[in-house]
T-cell receptor, first 116, second 113 residues
Framework: GAGVSQSPSNKVTEKGKDVELRCDPI?????LYWYRQSLGQGLEFLIY????????KSGLPSDRFSAERTGGSVSTLTIQRTQQEDSAVYLC??????????????FGEGSWLTVV | AQKVTQAQTEISVVEKEDVTLDCVYE???????LFWYKQPPSGELVFLIR??????QNEISGRYSWNFQKSTSSFNFTITASQVVDSAVYFCALPNSGYALNFGKGTSLLVTP
């Protein structure tokens, strides 16, 4: 499809397990973002990738969270040793440039993570 | 700091009523963009509009309209003749000094028949 694609749509995992969430951005978009949305909460920025530049990891909540982007396209968000407070919707987004420059960020449908 | 405030947490209206969602922002920039997104119950964030601070003309798209006023740092969103399908959480957003968007906490709109 033409939009941002995320998988899995839903994931239930046991506390302490590692999980990987995948994102396939819109073709041609050089910027890729991960956001988190906890139940009833707003949108929390996690990490940003732009082309070959070093990612902006300033929003990652702990060192259990990491992300990589291979070949400037697909990205994987990894959460190690999951905790119950990690339960949230993880939203991936992409854009052709910075929103500060007027570029629109387009979001995927999200990966709903439940840690039990 | 780049900040967005959506003071209305929840709004409930009856179908066909008009409703305005407020967005107030703070920015040190002289030129900037503002965005509105809609998040229906399905969860996906849907882009609605992007506005440049240069252009203070109201924007109208069907039943949706946006009122941008730099003097009051507001970018309000009005839905005319609301419909049940308008029920969603609406987010206003402002780019931060880096590469991302800072979102307000959202306004949950419930339209009942």
């Amino acid at each position: 499809g033409a939009g941002v694609s995320q998988s899995p749509s839903n994931k239930v995992t046991e506390k302490g397990k590692d999980v990987e969430l995948r994102c396939d951005p819109i073709s041609g978009h050089t910027a890729l973002y991960w956001y988190r949305q906890s139940l009833g909460q707003g949108l929390e920025f996690l990490i940003y990738f732009q082309g070959n530049s070093a990612p902006d990891k300033s929003g990652l909540p702990s060192d259990r969270f990491s992300a990589e982007r291979t070949g400037g396209s697909v990205s994987t968000l990894t959460i190690q040793r999951t905790q119950q407070e990690d339960s949230a919707v993880y939203l991936c987004a992409s854009s052709s440039g910075r929103p500060r420059g007027g570029n629109t960020i387009y979001f995927g449908e999200g990966s709903w993570l439940t840690v039990v | 700091a780049q900040k967005v405030t959506q003071a209305q947490t929840e709004i409930s209206v009856v179908e066909k009523e008009d409703v305005t969602l407020d967005c107030v922002y703070e920015t040190r920039d002289t030129t900037y963009y503002l965005f509105w997104y809609k998040q229906p119950p399905s969860g996906e964030l849907v882009f609605l509009i992007r506005r440049n601070s240069f252009d203070e003309q109201n924007e109208i798209s069907g039943r949706y309209s946006w009122n941008f006023q730099k003097s009051t740092s507001s970018f309000n969103f009005t839905i005319t003749a609301s419909q049940v399908v308008d029920s969603a959480v609406y987010f206003c957003a402002l780019p931060n000094s880096g590469y991302a968007l800072n979102f307000g906490k959202g306004t949950s709109l419930l339209v009942t028949p």
